[in-house]
């Protein structure tokens, strides 16, 4: 089981999204995150992947957990457990790097079609107040869910 982040940073009813440019999960939107360290934690491993995907520097006091999405899959590569953050209070100007090209999006014009096939069932539940523990099983592929539980915490 990997462990992974995800943070969005929010701001007056919009929402940073970084377009991946290479590698898994190329060509989609998504919030800057990656995968944990050995010897961080979880927060330390947001603030280190927001400094080094989009350029901006964050402090821990203003992470906001939203929860924890669990992916399961036929193809156990897919199995990661991705804690989810919003982060409001944030130093720097989100610029784009060789991995990641930030866009501010409007909560309520999401990009679903060009998003990963799980996000338009639990983002607009965070961006929305909720804090949630939900678990997606897919396909071998990742590309179609299976099964979904979504639970408010």
Partial sequence: MKVSTLCFLVKEGQ????MKKHGFG????NGVGGKVKLGETVETAVLRE???EIGVDGEEKYLESRGILR???ENSDLDWNTHVYFLSNWQ???TESEEMKPQWHDNNQ???DNMWVDDKHWLPLVLDGQKLDAEFFFDSTGSKIIDMQIKQI
């Fill in 15 to 18: 929402i940073l999204l970084a």
């Fill in 26 to 29: 190329v060509g989609k939107w």
């Fill in 50 to 52: 927001l400094k080094e």
């Fill in 71 to 73: 992916f399961r899959s």
């Fill in 92 to 94: 720097g100007e989100p």
């Fill in 110 to 112: 999401l990009p679903f």
